[in-house]
């Protein structure tokens, strides 16, 4: 049975047989990569689990109940794990109460998998709303903490995921300096390309038991960015893909292996774009701003002539879709989830302030190249965009997608990750300075953020010269790891600025660092 058919089925087979009542066996071998759910609606949402390679063909059970010990189970059925599907099964389970929690449970040759928490959305009188948000976990950086500490907050509706979920690179590559002593090393060793390797990534980072942990905690709304195919890819092309159709094939792999492995529905236009309401409070709607239609990123050179400043980000149909969902909204608020910064982030003169001798991830990253780092240096006296992979890189298309959420909607915010770094900023909407779009972006799990990139002169700041630079940015941490808690209600939606104090111990405790309150207009 394909993928969408074990999906389309889910909701035929409630009637079926149940799941074994024999107790689970004291060590998991069937069920070593835990549960997910994900993509919650009003009626439904989706389940995961995947089964050792030796149960391929034995039947797979699988029960939804309203309590955690299962004495009232709604619905239940069977299903068969193959080689096609890597092993994975993944259900779109419906006919489901809104705003109502559910446990889930699977079960295969006498043992049980751990138990999953899942809620349904709003359908109406929706009073709050609360999201983690979180991005780019690079397993072998350190340890998943900030999932463990997600984990352990029950009260979230759902966690965000905005891309770099994994990492493509191979041992010895970007930010495996402590992968050895931490027993963190990349699986398979290799940088990945075929189906074989994203598979094999999937699975060691689901072996984790923090991600597994907060998967088990909450449901999961995500999105990839470049590093589940290849660093900044495009949706022609990656800067290591040595053809077109080596691009499609590498490509259509790590797609696939996504799919499979991630608690996500696909849509009829196999693309990851979709919309979530939390009752009339939240609409938000999830993007792809990095394969669906994103031309390449232009060259820096060009870029600072004043060309290739036209460039596509989200393709058109995207964008049409995207003004449909916001033209009928009557939310509250309107949140939109997507990879990349959108607001302006300029390099302020870092000769003054970043230390050319520092441990800098750029010497790392760039074959430990030191002359690299220093010319990122003396090259920031120009004032020129730091990221042109990002929104700055693509300012026509920036502009028309501001224009698009400031006509739709007086509370909008912009969900962001991939730049590893704590950041708040308001953007202006180009044709009304005065309406305001505030973009929360999260820093990492555990990938290298601007500090590590960047380090300070003693006495000096980095992150408070981006500040400086840029007056629309109230918050820059590049230092810490974490995630956003982001509240919203009727009146005001607060996000505050949660970290971990270490990635390289189990051993951590939880800060606050930063809060935002905006309140809502209208």
């Known amino acids: 049975m394909k993928r969408r058919e074990l999906i389309k089925s889910a909701a035929l087979v409630g009637g079926m047989t149940g799941l074994p009542l024999a107790h689970a066996t004291k060590k998991a071998t069937v069920f070593e990569h835990g549960v997910a759910s994900g993509d919650p609606l009003q009626d439904r949402f989706i389940i995961w689990t995947r089964v050792h390679p030796s149960q391929a063909l034995q039947t797979v059970s699988w029960q939804l109940a309203e309590d955690r010990e299962f004495h009232n189970i709604v619905q239940q059925g069977e299903l068969v794990a193959q080689a096609e599907n890597d092993f994975t099964l993944k259900l779109d389970v419906q006919k489901l109460l809104p705003a109502k929690e559910y446990f889930y449970r699977f079960a295969c040759n006498k043992e049980f998998s751990p138990i999953g928490r899942c809620k349904t959305l709003a359908a109406e009188n929706c009073k709050q709303a609360r999201l983690a948000v979180v991005s780019c976990s690079n397993f072998p950086a350190g340890y998943f903490n900030v999932y463990r500490a997600i984990a352990n907050k029950p009260d979230y509706d759902a966690v965000v995921h905005l891309g770099d979920y994994l990492y493509e690179y191979g041992r010895g590559g970007y930010a495996t300096q402590h992968a050895e002593a931490l027993n963190r090393e990349p699986v398979p060793a290799n940088e990945l390309k075929s189906l074989k390797d994203y598979r094999l990534r999937h699975a060691q980072y689901k072996s984790d038991t923090d991600l597994q942990a907060m998967h088990a905690a ?145 010497a790392r990253s760039r074959s430990r190249s030191r002359k690299h780092y220093q010319a990122v240096i003396e090259s920031s006296k120009y004032g020129q965009p730091m990221l042109l992979d990002a929104w700055d890189g693509y300012p026509e298309s920036r502009d028309r997608f501001l224009e698009v959420l400031g006509k739709h909607s007086e509370n909008a915010v912009i969900l962001t990750g991939d730049i590893h770094t704590g950041i708040c900023s308001q953007i202006s909407v180009p044709s009304k300075p005065q309406q305001k779009i505030t973009e929360l972006i999260t820093s990492s799990v555990t990938s290298p953020g601007l500090d590590d990139y960047l380090p300070s002169l003693q006495g000096s700041s980095v992150s408070d010269a981006f500040i400086e630079k840029n007056p629309h940015l109230s918050y820059v941490n590049g230092k810490d790891k974490g995630w956003i808690d982001v509240h919203f209600q009727v009146d005001k939606m607060s996000a505050r600025w949660m970290t971990v104090d270490n990635i390289h111990s189990y051993s951590f405790t939880v800060n606050e660092k930063y809060k935002k309150t905006v309140i809502a207009k209208g």
């Open 218 to 362: 909450h449901p999961m709304i995500a999105v990839w960015d470049d590093h589940e195919f290849a660093n900044n890819a495009w949706q022609d092309g990656s800067p290591k893909s040595k053809s077109p159709d080596a691009w499609r094939k590498q490509q259509a792999a790590a797609r696939q292996a996504y799919y499979e492995w991630m608690p996500i529905r696909e849509n009829a236009n196999d693309g990851i774009n979709r919309h979530f309401t939390f009752g009339n409070l939240l609409s938000l709607s999830m993007l792809d701003t990095r394969l669906k239609g994103r031309e390449q990123q232009p060259s820096r050179k060009a870029f600072a002539q004043g060309l290739e400043r036209d460039r596509e980000m989200l393709g058109q149909d995207q964008s049409n879709w995207l003004e449909g969902q916001l033209s009928k909204n009557s939310c509250r608020w309107t949140a939109i989830g997507q990879q990349v910064m959108v607001s302006p982030f300029h390099m302020p003169d870092l000769r003054k302030v970043a230390d050319p001798n520092g441990d800098s991830e750029f």
